[in-house]
C-alpha cells in the first residue's frame, strides 16, 4: 500500500510527470506514417519512425483490461537484500506479480498508421513501468494482432509492444541501448516510436497518452531471423541464481527460465546439464567443459554492453529482463 501511494504521490509533486499529453498535431507539416505498404519488420522498426497508433475498448473490454488484485507475495523483501520477483500465483514474473497486480487479455480495436484492424487482443503490461505509470493514464500495453483473428499482421509482426517511457525522461535511453547492443553484435530487439491514444466508449474519445517506444518482441519470428530457426529455444530467466541445479526434472526450472519459444525434451535437458555443471563441477572441470555449453566470444560481448551502460535493472542486478538462447546449430 505504501509503495502504490508513494509512485502516485511522486506523481503529483515531481514537474512534469503527470503533464497530460498533447493530441498529435494534425496540420499538414506534420508527415504522417502511412503502414499500408510495410513488408518487413526492418521496415516498421526503424529507430527514428514514430507511428500513430490508437486502441479502441468499450467499457467492459478496459475493464476485463484493468489489472486483477491478487495478495501480495508475504516477506518479498529478504533478509540478505535480494527481492523474489517471482509470485507462485500470478500468471507472470516481475514486481507487479508480486505486490498482487495480474494483467489479462482482453479484445480491442485497434489503428496503426493509418490501417484499421478489429478484434485484437490488448493487455497491460510491465513491472517498474507500470507501477511507475500509477500517477496517472499512460499504461505500457501489449497488442497481438493476431490472437483472436488469425492471420493479422503488421510488417510481418504479429505482436506489438508499447513501452511508457514513464522511467526514461529523455525518451532516448531505451532506443539507443538496442541499438548499442545490436551494433556491438548482441542479438537485440530493434525498436521504433508510437504516438498512442486510446478511447473508451462513454470515458474517453482518443485520448492522447504521448509517446511510447515500441521494442520488437522476442518470439518465433526474432528467432527465425536472428538464428535461422523459429525451432530456437528462448528463455527469459528471472533468477539470482542463472544455471542454479534444482534437481534433474524440468517442472523445477519452469517457472524460473520462462520459455518463449519451444523447446525439445533434449534441449531442455542441456539447461539442466548446465546447470549441473555450474553448480557441482571444480574449477578444473568448469574450465575444461565450459565451452561445450557456453559461447564465450557472444557472452563476452553482451556482458560489456550490460557493463559499459551501468544497466541496473538486468542479467547483473536483480537476475531479469534479459533472455538466453540455445543455439539450434551449436547446442
Known sequence: MFFVWSVKHEGRTVPGLAQPARPWPADASSPRLNAAGLRS????????????????????QWSEAQPKRID???????????????????????????????????????????????????????????????????????????????????????????????????SLSDALAYEFFREAGAPASRTAYAYLSTTVDEKWDRKPLGLYVMVE?????????????????????????????????????????????????????????????????NDVEFAERLTEFLDLEKFARYLACEVLLSNYDSFLSNGQNFYLYLDPGSN
Open 41 to 60: 519488420a526492418q521496415e516498421l522498426y526503424q529507430t527514428t519512425n514514430i507511428w500513430l497508433a490508437h486502441l479502441k475498448f468499450t467499457r467492459e
Open 72 to 170: 501480495p507475495l508475504p516477506h518479498f523483501f529478504q533478509p540478505d537484500g535480494t527481492v523474489l520477483l517471482r509470485h507462485p500465483e500470478a500468471q507472470r514474473n516481475g514486481l507487479a506479480g508480486v505486490l498482487g497486480f495480474d494483467f489479462y487479455w482482453t479484445h480491442a480495436d485497434f489503428e496503426f498508421g493509418g490501417v484499421a484492424y478489429t478484434n485484437v487482443g490488448a493487455r497491460i503490461k510491465g513491472n517498474g513501468t507500470y507501477l511507475g505509470s500509477l500517477y496517472g493514464d499512460k499504461c505500457p500495453f501489449k497488442v497481438d494482432l493476431n490472437k483472436f483473428t488469425k492471420g493479422q499482421k503488421l510488417g510481418g509482426a504479429d505482436e506489438l509492444t508499447f513501452n511508457n517511457l514513464v522511467n526514461d525522461h529523455s
Open 217 to 281: 518482441a522476442v518470439d518465433e519470428d526474432f528467432a527465425l531471423e536472428r538464428f535461422g530457426s523459429r525451432r530456437t529455444p528462448i528463455f527469459k530467466p528471472v533468477t539470482y541464481e542463472l544455471f542454479k541445479h534444482l534437481g534433474d526434472d524440468w517442472l523445477a526450472y519452469e517457472a524460473i527460465y520462462d520459455l518463449k519459444t519451444k523447446a525439445t525434451p533434449d534441449q531442455l535437458r542441456r539447461v539442466i546439464e548446465f546447470a549441473r555443471l555450474v553448480t557441482h563441477s
